[in-house]
């Protein structure tokens, strides 16, 4: 609104210089015709911009034409009924009907693409200001996750150091294998809290001896399929999210002999599909969705990307990004 009133003073001025004789009331029918003009432009185009400000820039040219011509036609019928009842100099009366349309559609159009403009800045510059609010909120969200990794960590250089004498005192190969595998998630997670993301094969390796301590538990109560190229394993994910992802499936699902967990990892277009068939526990805890959301969080930071969550009457699915 203020905007409309500024540029309708700036029109008001023009023709208080040249009014003979000179009219207050005139003045004044004449802003607020002009104020109500630009008010009448600026919705029009607020409402248009906000519809299409995120098309792809080819369009949004032919179609930001498209509006400007579009409103001006809109607002001609009010803009020369009001020039009928207000502009009755004797100038504007002599020229021609024609004439006088095409300049009211002139001033018209001129009036509508600049109000676009103006509308389509303000756009920007909120825009770009809510981009950095997201920014901030997720480098925020991220350090919050970090510190709290960090508070969980247990002298991870010391329980792996741990780990491999205890693998070199026992003899048993069983207990021996359990305790190699363990050490090797430890190495895993030593090498990588501190990078964005790891390749397929890092992830996949690390993935095998979790996959191996998750067996030793529960046996044939969980089937994990891992049906992935040679040639994709050099893509690259956040660490830990296939980690975390089965952890999930295992902490809500019923897992048993005769009735199996069972968990699939396969390519599919630019994302890397994990699927779990649903078998919720009859006394599950309630889920607070951290996981989830931490995963999420950090794929917008990392990849500027979103996650895709599915959940069927059968099935639960997390479609993962893929980065180069």
């Not at 100038?91 to 109000?115: D, H, N, W």
């Not at 089965?246 to 277009?269: C, D, W």
């Not at 630019?270 to 006394?283: E, F, G, P, R």
Request: proline share 2%; aromatic share 12%; hydrophobic share 45%.
């Amino acid at each position: 609104m203020l905007i409309s009133a500024c540029i309708a003073i700036l029109a008001s001025f023009p023709r208080m210089l040249r009014m003979e004789p000179f009219s207050w009331w005139a003045i004044i029918h004449f802003f607020l015709h002009s104020f109500l003009f630009g008010l009448i432009c600026w919705f029009l185009h607020n409402w248009f911009i906000t519809e299409t400000f995120h098309r792809k820039r080819e369009d949004k040219i032919i179609i930001a034409l498209s509006y400007i011509v579009l409103v001006a036609l809109l607002i001609f019928p009010y803009n020369y009924l009001m020039s009928l009842l207000y502009d009755v100099s004797e100038g504007f009366l002599e020229i021609p009907i024609a004439r006088k349309q095409y300049m009211l559609f002139l001033r018209g159009l001129v009036t509508s693409g600049l109000f676009y403009f103006i509308q389509h800045h303000k756009m920007v510059v909120f825009q770009k200001q809510e981009s950095q609010l997201e920014i901030e909120r997720l480098k925020q969200a991220q350090l919050e996750v970090s510190l709290n990794s960090l508070k969980e960590q247990l002298s991870p250089h010391f329980l792996f150091n741990t780990l491999n004498t205890l693998s070199t005192l026992t003899s048993e190969k069983h207990v021996k294998d359990f305790v190699n595998e363990l050490s090797n998630i430890y190495r895993h997670v030593l090498q990588h809290k501190q990078k964005d993301t790891v390749t397929l094969t890092q992830e996949l390796h690390f993935i095998h001896s979790y996959v191996y301590i998750l067996k030793s538990r529960f046996e044939d109560a969980i089937n994990i399929d891992i049906n992935i190229a040679e040639a994709d394993q050099s893509l690259h994910i956040p660490a830990l999210t296939l980690q975390l992802l089965i952890e999930n499936a295992v902490k809500h699902n019923m897992a048993t002999s005769y009735k199996p967990l069972s968990i699939q990892l396969f390519r599919e277009g630019d994302y890397l599909v994990v699927i779990n068939n649903l078998q919720a526990k009859n006394s599950v805890s309630y889920s607070t969705g951290t996981g989830l959301h931490n995963i999420r969080l950090r794929y917008q930071l990392i990849f500027n990307k979103e996650i895709v969550i599915e959940k069927t009457s059968t099935h639960f699915i997390v479609k993962l990004p893929l980065g180069a």
